[in-house]
Nanobody, 127 residues
Framework: QVQLVESGGGLVQAGGSLRLSCAAS????????MGWFRRTPGKELELVAA????????SYTNYVQGRFTISRDNAVNTVYLQMNDLKPEDTVVYYC????????????????????WGQGTQVTVSS
């Protein structure tokens, strides 16, 4: 049974930092491109960041460039999202997802092409 379990969310003041983790089980983790998505009220899931199977390539949405860093450790089947300089508009539920399809990074934003999803972790940034 495939499971993606996020952790690390919580309440932080603006300008603070959080590190999200997503632990995978039941999959050969290293063959999956991993992504972090967010869902804001009234909107579809949006890609925040994604990382290739080996970790040599990453992709970020514009509004987190320079603030967030995605990384992975295939030895422990975990992907991370280091979130720095958090802003109140970063308040949302974050989901990790895994996709087996190998494709260009320009397609990683397509949530429908991900095979597995976690339950999400809430991040709340106070002003």
């Amino acid at each position: 049974q495939v499971q993606l379990v996020e952790s690390g969310g919580g309440l932080v003041q603006a300008g603070g930092s959080l590190r999200l983790s997503c632990a995978a089980s039941g999959v050969t983790f290293s063959i999956y491109t991993m992504g972090w998505f967010r869902r804001t009220p009234g909107k579809e899931l949006e890609l925040v960041a994604a990382i290739s199977r080996s970790g040599d390539k990453t992709s970020y949405t514009n509004y987190v460039q320079g603030r967030f860093t995605i990384s992975r450790d295939n030895a422990v089947n975990t992907v991370y999202l280091q979130m720095n300089d958090l802003k109140p508009e970063d308040t949302v539920v974050y989901y990790c997802a895994a996709r087996a399809t190998v494709s260009a990074s320009s397609t990683w934003y397509r949530g429908g092409e991900y095979d597995y999803w976690g339950q999400g972790t809430q991040v709340t940034v106070s002003s």
